[in-house]
């Protein structure tokens, strides 16, 4: 257990599905983070949020939202997704996105998109 | 564009050889420096970090990176490589301006023979 916590570990969806993705962290972290993980491609960070505050969209499809009700736990939630969506999502946190820091990560969420 | 290159895709060696994996980023300015690994099936676990002073880093089992300005290179080294070091290795680099900001490189997968 790497103190983040992502839930649950394999999802597949339909194109036309909604189903939500989950983070929770128990480090007292103040900033959490999505990124994209594609077979042979770099990890994609989507988005940061810090102190509950949304800090970053890296250009991310609508399809894609995010909800950080607390510092504790992200959600990812998907909607109407394509195939090309299948991937390894990674959530992470890190103690204030402001200050730096390294990152912990979670274990992923493997998604595939039919 | 702003970007983190890891040269080799797979590296192969036999236990007790050298170890170097290269890492370039093409950021100006100021950088935090990362190596993350990645074991079969686990999440990824920092290995060692450079934010400031003596760029010769030393990591978590025997890992060492050097930081060298001039090349906007952050390779990663072990003298002698063992077959539990067999996993994925991604540098990171974060300039200190924009902590939001963590790229990744597309990552390196070390197999070590026995």
């Known amino acids: 257990e790497t103190g983040v916590t992502q839930t649950p570990r394999h999802l597949v969806m339909g194109m036309t599905n909604k189903k939500s993705l ?56 998907l909607h109407t997704l394509q195939p090309e969506d299948s991937a390894l999502y990674l959530c992470a946190s890190s103690q204030d996105a402001r200050t730096g820091g390294s990152y912990t990560f979670g274990s992923g969420t493997r998604l595939t998109v039919v | ?67 060298i300005k001039s090349k906007f290179s952050f390779n990663l080294r072990k003298p002698s490589v063992q077959w539990s070091d067999t996993a994925e290795y991604f540098c990171a680099v974060r300039p200190s301006y924009n902590n939001n900001d963590m790229r990744f490189g597309a990552g390196t997968r070390l197999t070590v023979k026995p």
């Open chain 1, 22 to 77: 989950k983070c929770e962290q128990h480090l007292g972290h103040n900033a959490m983070y999505w990124y994209k993980q594609s077979a042979k491609k770099p990890l994609e960070l989507m988005f940061v949020y810090n102190f509950k505050e949304q800090t970053e969209n890296n250009s991310v499809p609508s399809r894609f939202s995010p909800e950080c009700p607390n510092s504790s736990h992200l959600f990812l939630h």
């Open chain 2, 1 to 67: 564009a702003q970007s983190v290159s890891q040269h080799n895709h797979h590296v192969i060696l036999s236990e007790a050889a050298s170890l170097e994996l290269g890492c370039n980023y093409s950021y100006g300015g100021t950088v935090n420096l990362f190596w993350y690994v990645q074991y079969p099936g686990q999440h990824l676990q920092l290995l060692l970090k450079y934010f400031s002073g003596d760029p010769l880093v030393k990591g978590i089992k025997g890992f060492e990176a050097e930081f």
